[in-house]
């Protein structure tokens, strides 16, 4: 294969090159899809799929297009869907730069960080004791993670660890019962709240785009989760148990009769328009 490219390269000009690579790359996702099909596939993927496929199905093509960086990245999820098989895989895709979500150091850089955000967390002393309690879920890689503390964490989890905690300290006198998280990723934040040894809401929503739902959608399904995913505008009833509401950005009407103590964005409300 190697001798191919060569030659190739040798005899086309670069773009011509460029494309050639472009359709070797395509025909190997194409294979390694069709190789996918025969693996078995978990129950949480086939749930999460079903899911994803009837929100692009109920789109609201009123909405703003979802440009060209978000637009690439649902793009290049959807080409690859069919070889992602577990819930596993699906969260490992998901904290790939494939999915353009989360970006992460590791080793000792990993320790370096952590070490660094606890020394500048600003927040009491008594508020820090619960940072072993924002370790990771059993899902993420151990590629990704080291231990601290009796605890599993990668840079997202030190990251939202430090968010909640600033924001618990801020809110003490009265903490919030419900949030909804308008980007919520891979789904960790919302499990962060839930799981944390100092302050749990009642219910957490994520308002998001489908395509980057799913994750959310598997990380809380296999933490064993209550989750709803809202698969139209009809009008919720703010009274339903769950514990976690997943809402497609199309649907986001059907939360019109919540009311959230605490509304949150982590770095991505500069990339939505005003639409």
């Known amino acids: ?22 359709a070797e790359e395509r025909t190997r996702i194409a294979a390694a899809g069709l190789v996918a099909w025969r693996r078995p596939q978990d129950e949480i993927a086939k749930i999460v799929k079903e899911n994803l496929r009837r929100a692009i199905r109920r789109r609201d093509l009123a909405l703003p297009a979802f440009g060209d960086r978000w637009g690439g990245y649902a793009s290049e999820l959807r080409r ?28 000792e850089a990993l320790r370096t960080y952590i070490d660094g955000s606890l020394a500048d967390a600003m927040v009491p002393a008594d508020l820090l004791e619960h940072f072993p309690s924002f370790g990771v879920s059993a899902l993420i890689s151990d590629e990704i993670t080291i231990h601290h503390d009796g605890a599993r964490f990668d840079t997202n989890s030190v990251n939202i660890a430090m968010t909640i905690l600033r924001l618990i300290h801020m809110l003490r006198k009265d903490p919030p019962r419900t949030v909804c998280d308008i980007g919520g990723g891979i789904g960790a934040t919302a499990l962060a709240w839930l799981r944390n040894s100092v302050h749990r809401p009642d219910r957490v929503a994520i308002i998001d785009l489908p395509e980057t739902l799913i994750f959310a959608d598997a990380l809380l399904r296999y933490e064993r989760e209550t989750v709803h ?6 009008p919720l009833d703010p009274t339903i148990p769950a514990k976690i509401i997943l809402c497609p950005v199309s649907n986001a009407l059907a939360l019109r009769g919540f009311q959230f103590d605490l509304v ?12």
């Open 1 to 22: 294969m190697i001798g191919v490219r060569r030659a190739v390269k040798s005899v086309l000009p670069v773009t011509l090159h460029k494309a050639a690579l472009r």
């Open 229 to 234: 995913y809202v698969h139209d505008r009809t």
């Open 80 to 107: 690859r869907l069919p070889t992602l098989r577990t819930a596993r895989e699906l969260i490992n895709y998901a904290q790939s730069p494939l999915a353009g979500i989360e970006s992460h150091v590791r080793g």
């Open 264 to 275: 949150t964005n982590t770095v991505s409300m500069q990339e939505m328009t005003d639409d």
